[in-house]
């Protein structure tokens, strides 16, 4: 028992190598919960290895699974991927956009967003024209994540979407950019009385769309958006929103 408690307490906690080691050699459960557990570990930047032997690693144990029933495996790689942020895993992750399977294109392009690579929007465009709503609700966050001057034409477009969670991403990305075309929409947002209209959205998911509509109207300096804002900072029922909507305020420049 001593013995044991000595092993417990001096064992080292795991490495991203450990969990990649996981992947390749593990068996079925154990490859994809490695993947899980390497796509936490490298979301803290001291945990991820800068050397090109693991990126290439990486890509390589990604490529090897193309196959593979599981897909968990593919997806949670490519998490893994984005959450370093380093641009060697650019061409992979837009490789595997063209992929078949819908969740790991989800997970690509979740990836390419948080990287932020100007390089990806060409192929996340293409994503857009794709008969799955998913993966264009990632598209059009991802490349709202990017936000150059390049993404805000394709976002335009999103804004006609026929699922509301696309036109409403592709507004707060667009507002972002201090896009005006977003104004409409993130009215919408800010309206209590549109989001009840929807039966699928708890009160819980209504007011973290309100907080994300608020967090972004200042940059696109709207007087209407600054009178929906007005009242919801003295009437809203939720402490949270009211008090996001008073901050936001205080940010914006236009003079009433």
């Known amino acids: 028992m001593v013995f044991l408690m000595i092993r417990i307490l001096t064992s080292e906690p795991n490495t991203a190598r450990d969990f990649l080691e996981d992947v390749k050699i593990g068996g079925v459960t154990k490859r994809w919960q490695g993947a899980f557990e390497l796509s936490k570990l490298l979301s803290n930047p001291k945990m991820v290895p800068k050397d090109d032997s693991f990126v290439n690693e990486m890509i390589n144990t990604f490529e090897y699974y193309s196959n593979d029933k599981d897909d968990r495996i593919r997806q949670y790689l490519a998490l ?15 490789n595997g956009l063209s992929g078949a399977n819908e969740g790991v294109i989800q997970a690509c392009a979740f990836a390419l967003g948080n990287i932020g690579d100007e390089r990806a929007v ?15 609700l990632h598209s ?3 490349l709202g994540k990017i936000g150059t001057n ?29 896009d005006l075309s977003s104004r409409t929409i993130l009215m919408d947002l800010l309206d209590r009385e549109y989001l009840n209209s929807f039966s699928n959205l708890d009160e819980k998911e209504r ?3 309100i907080l994300v509509a608020i967090k972004v109207s200042h940059h696109v300096e709207n007087e209407d958006l600054m009178r929906i804002l007005e009242g919801l900072k003295t009437s809203d029922p939720n402490l949270k929103i009211r008090e996001a909507a008073r901050s936001e305020l205080e940010k914006f420049t236009i003079i009433n």
């Open 80 to 94: 893994a991927m984005g959450a370093t942020k380093d641009k060697r895993y650019i061409n992979t992750l837009i």
């Open 122 to 136: 060409n192929s996340l465009v293409d994503l857009l024209k794709s008969n799955d709503a998913q993966s264009r």
């Open 140 to 142: 059009v966050m991802a």
């Open 150 to 178: 390049s993404t805000n034409e394709p976002l335009r477009t999103m804004l006609y979407d026929t699922e509301p969670n696309v036109r409403w991403d592709a507004a707060i990305g667009l507002a972002k950019q201090k």
């Open 207 to 209: 007011v973290q769309i």
